[in-house]
Protein backbone atom coordinates (compact mmCIF):
# COMPACT_ATOMS: atom_id res chain seq x y z
CA UNK A 1 0.00 0.00 0.00
CA UNK A 2 2.62 2.44 0.78
CA UNK A 3 4.69 1.62 -2.34
CA UNK A 4 1.52 1.96 -4.17
CA UNK A 5 0.95 5.24 -2.79
CA UNK A 6 4.65 6.20 -2.96
CA UNK A 7 4.15 5.44 -7.28
CA UNK A 8 1.18 7.51 -7.09
CA UNK A 9 3.27 10.77 -5.48
CA UNK A 10 6.02 10.43 -7.65
CA UNK A 11 3.79 10.40 -10.34
CA UNK A 12 1.88 13.10 -10.19
CA UNK A 13 5.00 15.44 -9.22
CA UNK A 14 6.53 13.94 -12.95
CA UNK A 15 3.16 14.70 -14.29
CA UNK A 16 3.35 18.62 -12.64
CA UNK A 17 6.64 19.32 -13.54
CA UNK A 18 5.73 17.97 -16.99
CA UNK A 19 2.85 20.17 -17.05
CA UNK A 20 4.65 23.34 -15.52
CA UNK A 21 7.21 22.58 -18.62
CA UNK A 22 4.44 22.32 -21.16
CA UNK A 23 3.29 25.92 -19.85
CA UNK A 24 6.94 27.73 -19.65
CA UNK A 25 6.95 26.73 -23.45
CA UNK A 26 3.53 27.58 -24.68
CA UNK A 27 2.55 30.67 -22.47
CA UNK A 28 4.27 33.76 -20.84
CA UNK A 29 5.39 33.62 -17.51
CA UNK A 30 2.52 35.92 -16.32
CA UNK A 31 -0.15 33.70 -17.69
CA UNK A 32 0.80 30.77 -15.21
CA UNK A 33 2.24 32.26 -12.40
CA UNK A 34 -0.28 33.17 -9.37
CA UNK A 35 -3.18 30.90 -10.88
CA UNK A 36 -4.41 29.64 -7.59
CA UNK A 37 -2.02 29.19 -5.21
CA UNK A 38 0.95 31.56 -3.91
CA UNK A 39 4.02 31.95 -5.81
CA UNK A 40 7.23 30.36 -4.58
CA UNK A 41 10.83 30.85 -4.29
CA UNK A 42 10.89 27.65 -6.46
CA UNK A 43 8.80 29.46 -9.19
CA UNK A 44 11.01 33.05 -9.25
CA UNK A 45 13.93 30.83 -9.46
CA UNK A 46 12.96 28.96 -12.44
CA UNK A 47 11.55 32.57 -14.28
CA UNK A 48 15.21 33.45 -13.59
CA UNK A 49 17.14 30.64 -14.30
CA UNK A 50 19.24 30.41 -11.06
CA UNK A 51 19.08 28.11 -7.87
CA UNK A 52 16.11 28.76 -4.76
CA UNK A 53 19.26 29.53 -2.90
CA UNK A 54 20.12 32.43 -4.95
CA UNK A 55 16.63 33.70 -5.01
CA UNK A 56 16.47 33.31 -0.98
CA UNK A 57 19.88 35.39 -0.26
CA UNK A 58 18.86 38.03 -2.75
CA UNK A 59 15.78 38.77 -0.70
CA UNK A 60 17.31 38.61 2.07
CA UNK A 61 20.24 41.44 0.76
CA UNK A 62 22.92 38.88 1.30
CA UNK A 63 26.48 40.53 -0.06
CA UNK A 64 27.09 36.94 -1.53
CA UNK A 65 24.28 37.58 -4.19
CA UNK A 66 25.81 40.77 -7.01
CA UNK A 67 23.30 44.30 -6.89
CA UNK A 68 22.27 43.64 -10.23
CA UNK A 69 20.86 39.95 -9.36
CA UNK A 70 19.35 41.53 -6.28
CA UNK A 71 17.54 43.81 -7.84
CA UNK A 72 16.17 41.60 -10.75
CA UNK A 73 15.21 39.32 -8.09
CA UNK A 74 13.13 41.89 -5.90
CA UNK A 75 11.75 43.24 -8.93
CA UNK A 76 10.23 40.18 -9.95
CA UNK A 77 9.21 38.87 -6.44
CA UNK A 78 7.65 42.31 -6.26
CA UNK A 79 5.98 41.86 -9.85
CA UNK A 80 4.61 37.97 -8.76
CA UNK A 81 3.22 39.93 -5.76
CA UNK A 82 5.95 37.18 -3.71
CA UNK A 83 5.45 36.70 -0.02
CA UNK A 84 7.62 34.92 2.35
CA UNK A 85 5.98 32.09 3.87
CA UNK A 86 7.26 31.95 7.70
CA UNK A 87 5.54 28.99 8.50
CA UNK A 88 7.77 27.08 5.54
CA UNK A 89 11.00 28.62 7.01
CA UNK A 90 10.63 28.47 10.52
CA UNK A 91 10.24 24.44 9.69
CA UNK A 92 14.14 24.92 7.38
CA UNK A 93 15.62 26.23 10.72
CA UNK A 94 13.91 23.37 12.71
CA UNK A 95 11.80 25.62 14.65
CA UNK A 96 8.61 26.68 14.01
CA UNK A 97 8.10 30.12 16.15
CA UNK A 98 4.67 29.77 16.73
CA UNK A 99 3.34 29.78 20.27
CA UNK A 100 0.21 27.94 21.51
CA UNK A 101 -2.77 29.24 23.65
CA UNK A 102 -5.60 27.02 25.63
CA UNK A 103 -8.47 28.37 26.88
CA UNK A 104 -11.91 27.51 28.22
CA UNK A 105 -14.03 29.30 25.85
CA UNK A 106 -12.92 31.16 23.04
CA UNK A 107 -16.20 33.34 22.38
CA UNK A 108 -15.72 35.37 25.63
CA UNK A 109 -14.57 38.72 25.35
CA UNK A 110 -12.41 37.92 28.58
CA UNK A 111 -10.37 35.14 27.22
CA UNK A 112 -10.51 37.06 23.58
CA UNK A 113 -9.02 39.98 25.51
CA UNK A 114 -6.17 38.11 26.97
CA UNK A 115 -5.65 36.26 23.73
CA UNK A 116 -5.08 40.05 22.03
CA UNK A 117 -2.81 40.65 24.78
CA UNK A 118 -0.61 37.84 24.04
CA UNK A 119 -1.02 37.91 20.23
CA UNK A 120 0.90 40.99 20.18
CA UNK A 121 3.56 40.59 22.51
CA UNK A 122 4.34 37.19 20.36
CA UNK A 123 3.53 39.30 17.14
CA UNK A 124 6.68 42.04 18.31
CA UNK A 125 8.45 39.10 19.17
CA UNK A 126 8.77 37.05 15.58
CA UNK A 127 5.71 34.93 17.08
CA UNK A 128 2.78 33.65 15.52
CA UNK A 129 -0.01 32.07 17.68
CA UNK A 130 -2.60 28.89 17.74
CA UNK A 131 -5.47 29.12 19.52
CA UNK A 132 -7.16 25.99 21.24
CA UNK A 133 -9.82 25.55 23.23
CA UNK A 134 -10.84 22.81 25.93
CA UNK A 135 -14.51 23.87 26.00
CA UNK A 136 -14.33 23.38 29.79
CA UNK A 137 -13.51 19.73 29.27
CA UNK A 138 -10.59 17.67 30.85
CA UNK A 139 -10.08 15.07 27.97
CA UNK A 140 -10.01 18.20 25.51
CA UNK A 141 -7.64 20.24 27.32
CA UNK A 142 -5.38 17.21 27.62
CA UNK A 143 -5.79 16.63 23.42
CA UNK A 144 -5.39 20.24 22.98
CA UNK A 145 -2.03 19.64 24.39
CA UNK A 146 -1.21 16.68 22.14
CA UNK A 147 -1.96 18.60 19.57
CA UNK A 148 0.15 21.55 20.30
CA UNK A 149 3.26 19.34 21.24
CA UNK A 150 2.59 17.54 17.39
CA UNK A 151 2.51 20.57 16.05
CA UNK A 152 5.80 21.36 17.86
CA UNK A 153 5.15 24.96 19.01
CA UNK A 154 8.23 26.54 21.11
CA UNK A 155 6.05 27.27 23.85
CA UNK A 156 2.21 27.32 25.52
CA UNK A 157 0.05 29.58 27.51
CA UNK A 158 -2.96 27.73 29.14
CA UNK A 159 -5.82 28.44 31.37
CA UNK A 160 -7.03 25.25 33.22
CA UNK A 161 -10.65 23.58 32.24
CA UNK A 162 -13.24 23.47 35.38
CA UNK A 163 -12.88 19.51 34.99
CA UNK A 164 -9.11 19.28 35.31
CA UNK A 165 -7.96 17.97 38.46
CA UNK A 166 -4.86 16.24 37.11
CA UNK A 167 -2.26 17.96 35.83
CA UNK A 168 0.31 15.03 34.36
CA UNK A 169 -0.48 15.98 30.69
CA UNK A 170 0.90 19.58 31.44
CA UNK A 171 4.06 17.75 33.29
CA UNK A 172 4.64 16.43 30.25
CA UNK A 173 5.84 19.46 28.84
CA UNK A 174 8.54 20.05 31.57
CA UNK A 175 9.71 16.79 30.41
CA UNK A 176 9.70 17.81 26.51
CA UNK A 177 11.77 21.34 27.83
CA UNK A 178 8.36 22.94 26.40
CA UNK A 179 7.97 26.03 28.35
CA UNK A 180 4.67 26.40 29.83
CA UNK A 181 2.83 29.63 31.68
CA UNK A 182 -0.59 29.89 33.39
CA UNK A 183 -3.42 32.39 33.46
CA UNK A 184 -6.54 33.29 35.45
CA UNK A 185 -6.79 29.25 36.61
CA UNK A 186 -3.93 28.29 37.41
CA UNK A 187 -1.59 25.14 38.89
CA UNK A 188 2.17 23.63 39.69
CA UNK A 189 3.07 27.31 40.27
CA UNK A 190 6.59 25.67 41.72
CA UNK A 191 7.07 24.20 38.40
CA UNK A 192 5.27 27.05 35.67
CA UNK A 193 4.95 30.42 35.78
CA UNK A 194 1.57 31.98 35.84
CA UNK A 195 -0.11 35.08 36.00
CA UNK A 196 -3.35 35.96 37.88
CA UNK A 197 -5.21 38.83 39.21
CA UNK A 198 -5.70 39.32 43.30
CA UNK A 199 -8.81 36.82 43.44
CA UNK A 200 -8.83 37.15 47.45
CA UNK A 201 -8.69 40.97 47.78
CA UNK A 202 -10.93 41.40 45.25
CA UNK A 203 -13.87 39.38 46.30
CA UNK A 204 -13.18 40.79 50.24
CA UNK A 205 -13.33 44.49 48.69
CA UNK A 206 -16.25 43.66 47.33
CA UNK A 207 -17.58 42.15 50.42
CA UNK A 208 -16.57 45.33 52.13
CA UNK A 209 -18.60 47.33 49.36
CA UNK A 210 -21.70 45.73 50.17
CA UNK A 211 -21.73 46.05 53.58
CA UNK A 212 -20.82 49.80 53.63
CA UNK A 213 -23.46 50.27 51.21
CA UNK A 214 -26.40 48.92 53.78
CA UNK A 215 -26.54 44.88 52.77
CA UNK A 216 -26.38 42.47 55.86
CA UNK A 217 -26.47 39.42 54.52
CA UNK A 218 -24.53 38.54 51.39
CA UNK A 219 -24.24 35.40 49.72
CA UNK A 220 -21.50 34.07 46.80
CA UNK A 221 -22.18 31.92 44.05
CA UNK A 222 -18.85 30.25 42.88
CA UNK A 223 -17.51 27.65 40.88
CA UNK A 224 -16.10 24.22 41.66
CA UNK A 225 -14.09 23.95 44.76
CA UNK A 226 -11.21 22.09 43.67
CA UNK A 227 -10.34 25.50 41.43
CA UNK A 228 -7.85 27.86 43.24
CA UNK A 229 -9.50 31.11 41.90
CA UNK A 230 -12.19 29.90 43.44
CA UNK A 231 -10.77 29.17 46.84
CA UNK A 232 -9.22 32.33 46.69
CA UNK A 233 -12.09 34.35 46.32
CA UNK A 234 -14.32 32.43 48.77
CA UNK A 235 -11.37 32.88 50.81
CA UNK A 236 -11.91 36.85 50.52
CA UNK A 237 -15.58 36.78 51.08
CA UNK A 238 -15.33 34.80 54.14
CA UNK A 239 -12.46 36.83 55.03
CA UNK A 240 -14.38 40.26 55.20
CA UNK A 241 -17.45 38.98 56.70
CA UNK A 242 -14.81 37.78 59.49
CA UNK A 243 -13.40 41.22 59.80
CA UNK A 244 -16.93 43.20 60.15
CA UNK A 245 -18.25 40.33 62.89
CA UNK A 246 -20.98 39.31 60.69
CA UNK A 247 -21.89 35.36 61.29
CA UNK A 248 -20.46 32.93 58.57
CA UNK A 249 -23.24 30.91 57.33
CA UNK A 250 -22.96 27.99 54.45
CA UNK A 251 -26.89 28.31 53.43
CA UNK A 252 -25.43 31.40 51.63
CA UNK A 253 -22.57 29.95 49.43
CA UNK A 254 -23.24 27.90 46.90
CA UNK A 255 -20.55 26.68 44.58
CA UNK A 256 -21.21 24.11 41.30
CA UNK A 257 -19.72 25.17 37.94
CA UNK A 258 -18.91 28.26 36.93
CA UNK A 259 -21.64 28.65 34.46
CA UNK A 260 -25.11 30.66 33.34
CA UNK A 261 -26.90 27.96 34.90
CA UNK A 262 -25.15 27.60 38.41
CA UNK A 263 -25.40 31.22 38.37
CA UNK A 264 -29.57 30.94 38.25
CA UNK A 265 -29.93 27.74 40.01
CA UNK A 266 -27.64 29.24 42.79
CA UNK A 267 -29.65 32.43 42.98
CA UNK A 268 -32.77 30.84 43.13
CA UNK A 269 -31.96 28.58 46.28
CA UNK A 270 -30.14 31.49 47.92
CA UNK A 271 -33.38 33.18 47.34
CA UNK A 272 -35.34 30.60 48.99
CA UNK A 273 -34.03 30.85 52.15
CA UNK A 274 -36.48 31.56 55.15
CA UNK A 275 -33.83 34.30 55.14
CA UNK A 276 -32.78 35.51 51.82
CA UNK A 277 -29.51 37.54 51.27
CA UNK A 278 -29.74 41.24 50.64
CA UNK A 279 -26.29 40.86 48.36
CA UNK A 280 -24.60 38.94 45.94
CA UNK A 281 -21.37 38.04 45.10
CA UNK A 282 -20.62 36.28 41.60
CA UNK A 283 -17.13 35.44 41.12
CA UNK A 284 -17.64 35.61 37.08
CA UNK A 285 -19.51 37.11 34.56
CA UNK A 286 -21.45 34.38 33.62
CA UNK A 287 -22.94 33.52 37.84
CA UNK A 288 -23.68 37.04 37.67
CA UNK A 289 -25.63 37.55 34.39
CA UNK A 290 -27.75 33.90 35.87
CA UNK A 291 -27.93 35.72 38.91
CA UNK A 292 -29.54 38.63 37.91
CA UNK A 293 -32.32 36.33 35.64
CA UNK A 294 -33.37 34.78 38.47
CA UNK A 295 -33.55 38.43 40.83
CA UNK A 296 -35.71 39.37 37.85
CA UNK A 297 -38.10 36.84 37.63
CA UNK A 298 -38.85 37.10 41.33
CA UNK A 299 -39.57 40.54 40.77
CA UNK A 300 -37.24 41.87 42.79
CA UNK A 301 -35.63 45.16 42.38
CA UNK A 302 -31.59 45.65 41.99
CA UNK A 303 -30.19 46.78 44.36
CA UNK A 304 -33.06 47.93 46.38
CA UNK A 305 -34.29 44.23 47.75
CA UNK A 306 -30.66 42.44 46.02
CA UNK A 307 -27.82 44.23 45.78
CA UNK A 308 -25.28 42.33 43.01
CA UNK A 309 -21.11 42.39 41.79
CA UNK A 310 -20.03 40.40 39.59
CA UNK A 311 -16.89 39.69 37.86
CA UNK A 312 -16.66 41.14 34.71
CA UNK A 313 -15.74 42.91 31.93
CA UNK A 314 -16.14 46.83 31.41
CA UNK A 315 -18.37 46.52 27.85
CA UNK A 316 -21.23 44.06 29.78
CA UNK A 317 -21.21 45.76 32.88
CA UNK A 318 -22.68 48.97 30.95
CA UNK A 319 -25.04 46.82 28.46
CA UNK A 320 -27.16 45.41 31.66
CA UNK A 321 -30.21 46.55 33.25
CA UNK A 322 -29.32 48.00 35.86
CA UNK A 323 -25.87 48.56 34.80
CA UNK A 324 -23.15 45.87 37.05
CA UNK A 325 -21.04 46.75 39.46
CA UNK A 326 -18.13 44.20 38.73
CA UNK A 327 -14.50 43.40 39.76
CA UNK A 328 -12.89 44.10 36.31
CA UNK A 329 -9.68 42.21 35.34
CA UNK A 330 -7.52 44.10 33.17
CA UNK A 331 -7.33 41.27 30.61
CA UNK A 332 -5.28 42.38 27.83
CA UNK A 333 -2.31 43.07 30.51
CA UNK A 334 -2.45 39.77 31.82
CA UNK A 335 -2.19 38.36 28.22
CA UNK A 336 0.86 40.76 27.78
CA UNK A 337 2.27 39.63 30.83
CA UNK A 338 1.84 35.79 30.14
CA UNK A 339 2.90 36.65 26.39
CA UNK A 340 6.51 38.25 28.28
CA UNK A 341 7.05 35.79 30.84
CA UNK A 342 6.75 32.71 28.12
CA UNK A 343 9.36 35.00 26.02
CA UNK A 344 11.59 35.33 28.96
CA UNK A 345 11.53 31.52 29.46
CA UNK A 346 12.28 30.86 26.13
CA UNK A 347 15.38 33.31 25.89
CA UNK A 348 16.54 30.97 28.50
CA UNK A 349 15.00 32.28 32.04
CA UNK A 350 14.41 29.18 33.72
CA UNK A 351 13.07 30.62 37.03
CA UNK A 352 8.95 30.43 38.19
CA UNK A 353 7.55 33.93 38.25
CA UNK A 354 4.32 34.39 39.92
CA UNK A 355 2.58 37.79 38.93
CA UNK A 356 -0.51 39.44 39.66
CA UNK A 357 -2.08 41.86 37.84
CA UNK A 358 -4.75 44.15 40.15
CA UNK A 359 -7.96 43.97 39.43
CA UNK A 360 -11.00 47.13 39.88
CA UNK A 361 -13.83 47.29 41.32
CA UNK A 362 -16.03 49.50 38.74
CA UNK A 363 -19.07 50.40 40.90
CA UNK A 364 -22.44 51.32 39.34
CA UNK A 365 -25.84 50.86 39.80
CA UNK A 366 -26.45 46.99 41.04
CA UNK A 367 -25.06 48.00 43.98
CA UNK A 368 -26.24 51.35 45.61
CA UNK A 369 -28.72 50.44 47.77
CA UNK A 370 -27.75 53.35 50.33
CA UNK A 371 -28.76 56.07 46.87
CA UNK A 372 -32.42 54.32 46.69
CA UNK A 373 -33.01 54.80 50.29
CA UNK A 374 -35.69 57.28 51.45
Known amino acids: MLRKGLRKSIKGYILHHLLNHYR ?34 ALKNSPEIG ?4 ARVKALAKERNY ?21 PDIVTHFYSSIISGISDVARKNGYSVIISSSYEQYEQEKQCVEDLINLRVEGIIACLSQETTDYSHFEILADQNIPLVFFDRVCLTNQFSSVVTNNAESAQQATKH ?3 TGSTRVGFIGGSNHLEI ?44 PQPPDAILAMNDSLAFGAMKAIKE ?10 LIGYTDELHSNYVDPPLTAVTHQTYRMGEVAGLLLIKRLKGDLSAR ?21
Open 24 to 57: AVREPPLQYMNKGKPVSLKDLAEELGVSVSTVSR
Open 298 to 307: RNLQIPQNVS
Open 230 to 273: VKQRKHGYLQALREHKIPIEKELVFCKHLSFDTGYEGTCRLLSL
Open 67 to 70: EEMR
Open 83 to 103: RANPFALSLLKNTVRIIGIIV
Open 354 to 374: QITVPAVLSIRESSKKNSFRP
Open 210 to 212: FLS
